[in-house]
Antibody, heavy 123, light 110 residues
Framework: EVQLLESGGGLEQPGGSLRLSCTASGFTFNTYAMSWVRQAPGKGLEWVSGISGSGGSTFYADSVKGRFTISRDNSKNTLYLQMQNLRAEDTAVYYC????????????????WGQGTLVTVSS | QSALTQPASVSGSPGQSITISCTGTSSDVGKYNYVSWYQQNPGKAPKLMIYDVSNRPSGVSNRFSGSKSGNTASLTISGLQAEDEADYYCSSYTSSSTLVFGGGTKLTVL
């Protein structure tokens, strides 16, 4: 059974940093691209960042480019999102999501999602 | 990276068919057959309903179908059921090697 479990969310002040983790199980982690998708309270979905299975290719939304860094440790079946210089508008539930098809570098068909972790940026 | 345009809400009666549109540009929806649709219930993670414009993952009812014409993709739900009431989001790959979601559509089953 595929499972994705996010952690690392919490309350952080503007300008601060947080690192989110997503621990995966039930599939061959290093053969699937992954993404982070966020949802601000009461708002729609926003794609944040994606990474290929090998970790060699990374992609970012303009809204986070230069502030967030996506990475993965395939030996630990874990996806990360390092978030720096946080802003109030980064407040959201952050989901990690698995691409449905193997070997894609960046896909938008996410067949499994985690339960989400809430990040709140406020002073 | 402007969000794809979806109607804020649609509604229909049980048994009817509804269509949700998703309008992008020639740099995303119009250029690639990489449009996905997601269903999201309150407090839950999204569920993949359609990928690559018109493909259904296993386990998704064949009442759900997708199509595309030009810069606009569409999700059609036939034989509407009460359990279909949810928020629906489209997504597309873009020429900037990013992904973009639509603003979401709230489906109400009357």
């Amino acid at each position: 059974e595929v499972q994705l479990l996010e952690s690392g969310g919490g309350l952080e002040q503007p300008g601060g940093s947080l690192r989110l983790s997503c621990t995966a199980s039930g599939f061959t982690f290093n053969t699937y691209a992954m993404s982070w998708v966020r949802q601000a309270p009461g708002k729609g979905l926003e794609w944040v960042s994606g990474i290929s299975g090998s970790g060699g290719s990374t992609f970012y939304a303009d809204s986070v480019k230069g502030r967030f860094t996506i990475s993965r440790d395939n030996s630990k079946n874990t996806l990360y999102l390092q978030m720096q210089n946080l802003r109030a508008e980064d407040t959201a539930v952050y989901y990690c999501a698995k691409v449905e098809e193997q070997w894609l570098v960046l896909g938008n068909q996410f067949d499994y999602w985690g339960q989400g972790t809430l990040v709140t940026v406020s002073s | 990276q402007s969000a794809l345009t979806q109607p804020a809400s649609v509604s229909g009666s049980p048994g009817q068919s509804i269509t949700i549109s998703c309008t992008g540009t020639s740099s995303d929806v119009g250029k690639y057959n990489y449009v996905s649709w997601y269903q999201q219930n309150p407090g839950k993670a999204p569920k993949l309903m359609i990928y690559d414009v018109s493909n259904r993952p296993s386990g998704v009812s064949n009442r759900f179908s997708g199509s595309k014409s030009g810069n606009t993709a569409s999700l059609t739900i036939s034989g509407l059921q009460a359990e279909d009431e949810a928020d629906y989001y489209c997504s597309s790959y873009t020429s900037s090697s990013t992904l973009v979601f639509g603003g979401g559509t709230k489906l109400t089953v009357l």
